[in-house]
């Protein structure tokens, strides 16, 4: 069983950024597929970005040259870098965590990313 747990999330003003962090349990985390998902009210859940054991990166169009996916295999972390936050971008952010070469999938408690003025 692998333990995820988000952290970062808050009030921030438009144009703002923050940082979300997202510790995965595990000694295998270097072989994780990671991504990170939101969901606002009454919308679905969303992918936002994605990071792949080879360090491969891909994010939602909405997202693209604002936000940036990192992760510290040493630290078994990975992060969410948010700028230029938007009203749009509010919504719980969750963490995921896929074993490379599985279909399954661990999921955080989610952390509240909130932009407003």
């Known amino acids: 069983q692998v333990q995820v747990v988000e952290s970062g999330g808050g009030l921030v003003q438009p144009g703002g950024s923050l940082r979300l962090s997202c510790a995965a349990s595990?000694?295998?985390?270097?072989?994780?597929?990671m991504a990170w998902y939101r969901q606002a009210p009454g919308k679905q859940r969303e992918l936002v970005a994605r990071?792949?054991?080879?360090?491969?990166?891909n994010y939602a169009d909405s997202v693209k040259g604002r936000f940036a996916i990192s992760r510290d295999n040493a630290k078994n972390t990975v992060y969410l870098q948010m700028n230029s936050l938007k009203p749009e971008d509010t919504a719980v952010y969750y963490c995921?965590?896929?074993?490379?070469?599985?279909?399954?999938?661990?999921w955080g408690q989610g952390t509240q990313v909130t932009v407003s003025s």
């Open positions: 995921n965590a896929k074993p490379s070469g599985t279909d399954i999938n661990y």
């Open positions: 990071i792949t054991n080879i360090r491969y990166t």
């Open positions: 595990g000694r295998s985390f270097s072989l994780y597929n």
